[in-house]
């Protein structure tokens, strides 16, 4: 299984494949020679205000860095090319940035050395810098450089960076082949996956991981899994194809070794990158640190309140703003009052008509004696035939396969699986990895990982897989909603564990105090008269619509706190993590997966139909916790409510408090409000001190356009 992002790779494979570079006749004599031509020095104790600045003493220590065509060839490849296919870019624009962007570059690298040697809390010197240097070998000065500044796990995470970057780049040549091989390419397009699965975590590396080419062992490289369907045979053409591409572009010369790639001359040229962006991620974490020391509690505390107060008089004046703020709420925007109560957000699962029966529903007649032309008995009697069925089949059969077995081995056992009502499913669940336990991945946000396929899962003759997915009534998600619920209490440690509330039921009724009166059973829901369906003065009655309403009780921890919303372990966190994960399992409506809340809800009239709109409306009155069952023209739809605002006595109460004891309890608001905080602070300072370093000492370097002139101009030669 394919555990990373692979973006970058994927465009380094589409630049080689193309040979945009190579059959366009840019030289018509030793192209590595070309390729060697220097197209831009830089020193930065050359610039005019060097002398004057504050790293005057240091004149003897930096030497003049050489940017080479070959080194702007290969950023086209790794960067240029799908900026280029993505903003429409003419060669002239794209290598002129390109241009600058190297430049630019290696005058914050000299910057960043200056800095560090300056910096009275690091321990660098100007006598280390030189030896390090110095006892470098002819080709590894460059690198040297770089390394003198960074800790041997940064040089380790630099190394690992590098050769991730290979495997994928691999991985990406190699699907052509597999494809060719298995004679098919799958169409299949694959559900949609939780927003962070499988991300690596940001420090993680693996000294034994390695570039697999096909000659050596995918078995005993550690950490490295091959795509499905690779061979050795596959990987060894995929390799053979990088070389040919890397050679086209004269990104390799001849003669070297390439039994091991790590003796390129491309990949030495990448490392050195990967070195470059450790040592400029070095500085920021320097700059990051100055800046956090800065952020005091009072001055946190002065931002929230001054970002409070801001706010309650914006929004109370002019509504359309604080929806569209509403609209865009996330762990760095947020919303922190509100000009009225319940406005909030839900959850939506919608368990749809199938075709047959929407087509049915369409080519009903109203009902008997409906003078308005409804059809809601009829649709209610094709409701009540409705099976959803677990959409998460292609977490098996897509292009990557993310399932496992929960009891296969010890390493991969995850305890307190739910398997369903009757206990009696297979324990099949997904992303192993993203579940927690694993250093190498980040635990995946919001979404619990214990509820098992609902279905049969069997493999035929070539291994493929053969789903047999169970059709399940209204009245059966409800109860694996309520039982994974319930289950899943356990998993409360922050607090004490929610419970399920007594007063739920099917609907017999909803007064205008929002006051529901439970049925027995269904069985009158399917059952109305026709008049049933309005108000005495003939309007629709929205509430004749809602199946099933109950709430998740929090009043064990003195009510709902969206403080800890995103508090892992916290019981409004589990959950609203168990509904998430059930949304992926049934929900059809895309839309809604991997939404910050929910859908917002206002307290006027939406665009949503009217039966859902009653519904979320009524859900945020509840408040947050509370769910519903309720139909439209497209099935049914489950709803859980996950946060609202409310009122007291009349009044809208601000759910959040920023609590400075809190800034270091990951997920809670004040550490989400800090972090959010800090980070807009040290992007900004960060952004300006690079901005400033390279305006003050640009006059450094000396750029040779004519050299890459037959680059720049492409757009007027034809191949």
Known sequence: MKKRTKVAAVAVAAALSTGVLAGCGLVTTNISRDYAQVIAEV??????????????????????????????????VSTGYSMQQSYGWTYYDTFNMISETLVNR??????????????????????????????AEVGQKYLASLAYFLTDDE????????????????????????????????????RTTPTGIDTENEDYFNESYEVYTGTNSAANISGYEPQEGSTPTTRRKAYSAFLASLRSNDLISSGEDTSNIENLSYFQLELENSYETALINKLTDILEEQVRSSVTQEVAEEVYNTTLSRQQQTFAADTATFESALDGVSDTSFVLTAPEAYYGFVVNILIPFSTTQSQQ?????????????????ARADLLSRVRGTDQRGTW??????????????EDSTVDNVYRGVNNDREQYLFFRDSLGGNEQYERVPNYYGRYTYNGAVAQNADEEYVLTPNRISIDEFIAEMEGYLTQSAFAVTEGTAYTISP???YVQSIDADDSVTFASDNTDYFNRNVSEY?????TVDYSKFVYYVGSVDFSDNGGFDANNMFLEGSPENVAYSVMNELSFAYNTDTAGLNSYLGYVVSTGATDYVKEFEYAAQLLCRHGAGSYAVVATDYGWHVMYCTFSFMEDGGTVVDPYTFDWAQIGTEGTFSYLFYEALCTDLVNNYANTMQTEAINTYLDCAVVYEDRYADLSSLDNTTS
Not at 60 to 76: L, S
């Open 43 to 76: 020193n930065i104790t050359n610039s005019e205000n060097f002398a004057s600045g504050a790293f005057a003493d240091y004149a003897d220590v930096i030497g003049t860095a050489e940017i080479t065509k070959r080194d702007m060839v290969a950023y086209y």
């Open 106 to 135: 290696q005058i914050y690298i000299q910057y960043a050395m200056l800095y560090l040697l300056d910096d009275p809390t690091q321990d660098f010197t100007i006598e280390g810098y030189t030896a390090e240097v110095g006892q």
């Open 155 to 190: 040089e380790a995470k630099a190394l690992y960076d590098t050769r991730v970057m290979f495997n994928d780049s691999l991985d990406s040549q190699e699907t052509t082949y597999i494809d060719a091989e298995d004679g098919e390419t799958s169409t299949e397009t694959a």
């Open 361 to 377: 529903l369409t080519d009903a007649s109203a009902d008997y004696g409906d003078s308005k032309g409804n059809k809601f008995n």
């Open 396 to 409: 098996f059969t897509g292009a990557t396969d993310y399932s496992f077995l929960a009891n296969e081995d």
């Open 503 to 505: 007063t739920k039921g």
């Open 534 to 538: 309005y108000n005495d003065d003939g």
